[in-house]
């Protein structure tokens, strides 16, 4: 892959190096947040919740902005898929179901693939304002009620119920080569910004990968965009376990 020049990504628009139109991503400073995943993880859909909260403590815009998982893993750095890595594909399936019993999320039991590229493409072609509304519908659907957002039927349903979009519209995003070079150009602005996993936040020049490491970036962020020492952390956690209906005091 032919690693790209943007050094303030984002800062201008990029220009699409297969049709030359000018791309449609959003300005990114240090007021805000990128939020790089895909609709493939389902530690995505676990952490969209969480970095949405602290983007809103903290009075920074957050930018949705899917790539495709695959190329990062499989074609740049040479590794299988999560799932289908032995050792690390059974832990992964046991660990995104204890997250969500923790975080109080449901989460399907099908972990089955499916090609996001259709899902990525109608994100890059709607307006920034309705992107948050379409990745959390997105998400949920997917790994909250365990819809395969590969057919495409199912993938209509979720986007028209989330933003309206038509049935013309929407075919017509799907057929698109322009939306298509967008998620690729997407993509090549993802991995040559360093981003290799999902989720992965930045703020500024740091990257934050994966959800258990939101609790460094708020330290971050409220901190002044510094590394301080931190009286809590989740490595000295002061954490209370909500009771649950039906346990007993301890004797």
């Known amino acids: 892959m032919r690693a790209t020049s943007w050094g303030g990504l984002f800062q201008t628009p990029p ?134 957002l590969g057919d495409r039927d199912i993938l209509f349903d979720v986007a028209q119920k989330a933003v309206g979009i038509d049935k013309q519209c929407f075919r017509e995003t799907i057929e698109s080569k322009e939306s298509r070079s967008a998620v690729n150009e997407a993509t090549q602005a993802a991995v040559s910004r360093g981003v290799f996993g999902s989720p992965t936040f930045a703020a500024g020049n740091e990257l934050f990968w994966g959800g258990d490491r939101i609790w460094l970036l708020d330290q971050y962020l409220a901190a002044g965009a510094r590394y301080v020492p931190a009286t809590v952390t989740p490595l000295t956690p002061r954490l209370t376990v909500k009771k649950l209906k039906g346990d007993e005091e301890p004797a």
């Not at 969480?50 to 750095?77: Q, S, T």
């Not at 259709?118 to 819809?147: D, N």
Request: hydrophobic share 40%; proline share 8%.
């Open 15 to 148: 220009v699409s190096q297969e049709t030359g139109k000018t791309l449609n991503f959003p300005n990114e400073t240090m007021d805000s947040i990128a939020f790089y995943f895909d609709f493939v993880s389902p530690y995505a859909y676990l952490a969209s919740n969480e970095i949405e909260a602290l983007a809103e403590r903290h009075g920074k815009k957050l930018h949705w902005l899917p790539f495709r998982l695959g190329v990062a893993v499989v074609k740049v750095m040479g590794l299988k898929p999560l799932l289908d890595t032995p050792l690390k594909g059974p832990y992964a399936r046991h660990d995104a179901s204890r997250m969500a019993k923790v975080l109080g999320l449901p989460l399907t039991d099908d972990f089955s693939m499916f090609d996001p590229v259709p899902a990525h493409q109608l994100m890059y072609t709607q307006p920034l304002e309705k992107r948050p509304a379409l990745a959390k519908a997105l998400l949920s659907a997917r790994w909250g009620e365990g819809r395969n």
